[in-house]
């Protein structure tokens, strides 16, 4: 969550520092909120 007086920009700074710092890749990422996924139609 970002305080009032910080920008999307710092938030993008933020998010890229702790995704490096807990070695995440980017493929393993998702294009959707968890939540959104979990009530999704299932593919199979």
């Known amino acids: 969550m970002l305080k ?3 920008t999307t ?3 993008i700074v ?3 520092k702790l ?3 807990l070695c995440i890749d980017k493929r393993d990422l998702i ?3 968890y939540i959104d ?3 999704a139609p ?3």
Request: charged letters at 35%.
């Open 31 to 33: 294009d959707a909120a």
């Open 14 to 16: 933020i998010a890229e």
């Open 9 to 11: 920009e710092e938030g």
């Open 19 to 21: 995704k490096s710092q």
């Open 4 to 6: 009032e007086n910080q």
């Open 42 to 44: 299932s593919k199979s």
């Open 37 to 39: 996924s979990l009530s």
